[in-house]
């Protein structure tokens, strides 16, 4: 009778998959900011056919890209290591917060480096592109945005607020996971080299720091942390 047990072809170990994630949340938060910052914005607009021909285009969504592949790639391990500690709130603002990116990042980068970019360089076909910034300007992709957005944003909130509530991380992640989610709702213009920094940074920076942790430490601090 045939034993229910893996064949030779196993899965990596609990330590080498932590590892890995936490490398991926690394290398994305990373990346994230860098693509961030470089994101060309001309006139207020970042995704206008001006801006598509900016200096940091496609570099910086290549690079924006890359970071959310591998932020997505590290969140479910990420949460598997603080899943004893982060409770429900946590659990949800982890899924919520994946799906977020899943369906806004992922959707919005998509076209802006597949259909808007090369669009934006091709004169028979830069008119296609939106003037209010939305890109496509249909109202199906900027509920998709909106949507999406919103989705991502209670996500960051209910992870930060678990993370500091259970004190599996350092205080400070925590805070700065909740004030990346503010930070995408403050009214500000959009400059290049500030604007995508404010966006990403907090949230990138708190997003390496929890993966610093996975690489250094077996488990999420103790109780007793502050």
């Known amino acids: 009778m045939a034993s229910d047990t893996p064949g030779p072809f196993r899965s990596p170990s ?9 490398g991926a949340l690394v290398a994305g938060g990373a990346a994230c900011i860098a693509g961030g910052t470089l994101h060309p914005i001309v006139a207020g607009k970042a995704h206008s056919v001006q801006a598509l021909h900016g200096a ?16 997505l790639l590290g969140l479910p391990g990420m949460h598997a290591w603080l899943a004893p500690r982060i409770g429900i709130v946590g659990f949800l ?8 990116n899943l369906v806004t990042a992922t959707g919005h980068l998509t076209v802006e480096l597949f259909v808007a970019y090369p669009f934006a360089h091709d004169p028979a076909k830069a008119w296609i592109i ?3 910034d939305s890109m496509l300007g249909t109202t199906a992709f900027r509920m998709l945005n909106t949507g999406g957005g919103l989705v991502m944003l209670v996500g960051m909130g209910l992870l930060g607020a678990g993370l500091i509530r259970s004190r599996a991380v350092p205080r400070w992640i ?3 996971t909740v004030v990346g989610m503010g930070g995408f709702m403050l009214p500000l ?6 604007s995508g920094f404010i966006y990403e940074a907090p949230r990138g920076v708190a997003i390496i720091g ?3 942790l996975m690489l250094r430490r077996r488990h999420p601090l103790p109780s007793t942390a502050t």
């Open 14 to 22: 609990w330590p080498t998959l932590r590892k890995l994630s936490g």
């Open 56 to 71: 940091g285009a496609p570099w910086a969504q290549i690079l924006l890209a890359v970071g959310t592949t591998l932020l």
């Open 93 to 100: 603002g982890a899924v919520t917060y994946f799906v977020g």
């Open 130 to 132: 939106a003037g209010d």
């Open 174 to 176: 925590g805070v700065l």
């Open 189 to 194: 213009a959009a400059v290049e080299g500030l």
């Open 210 to 212: 929890i993966g610093v």
